[in-house]
Nanobody
Framework: VQLQASGGGLAQPGESLTLSCETS????????FGWFRQAPGKEREGVSC?????????YYPDSVRGRFTISRDNAKKLVYLQMHRLKPEDTAVYYC?????????????????WGQGTQVTVSS
């Protein structure tokens, strides 16, 4: 199983970025996916997750709810994170992760597979 995150970069406050996570070696339909981020000196935190199978439910913490949207395209084997109205505090390395149990979860240790991170920097 491999996950490849991309789409990070430099954005000004208020701008938007869309991250993509390309998956391989797994049947996407069964997996739940999450996006996590880690800022320098801070713990890794979840910013969104989406259930697998017929469970398309999503979860967002208060810090990003209404600004971030997670989605998946099983046919293209991609998971997306649309980020709008970016803030400097969104600056971090962003990671995608896959959970073969398929249940919506925010717990880092529930995720079996992790991609490499992509840097998002929000600065004027």
């Amino acid at each position: 199983v491999q996950l490849q995150a991309s789409g990070g970069g430099l954005a000004q406050p208020g701008e938007s970025l869309t991250l993509s996570c390309e998956t391989s070696g797994l049947i996407m339909d069964y997996y739940a996916f999450g996006w996590f981020r880690q800022a320098p000196g801070k713990e890794r935190e979840g910013v969104s997750c989406i259930g697998g199978g017929s469970d398309g439910s999503t979860y967002y913490p208060d810090s990003v709810r209404g600004r971030f949207t997670i989605s998946r395209d099983n046919a293209k084997k991609l998971v997306y994170l649309q980020m709008h109205r970016l803030k400097p505090e969104d600056t971090a390395v962003y990671y995608c992760a896959a959970d073969r149990a398929g249940y919506l979860t925010r717990k880092l240790d529930a995720y079996d597979h992790w991609g490499q991170g992509t840097q998002v920097t929000v600065s004027s």
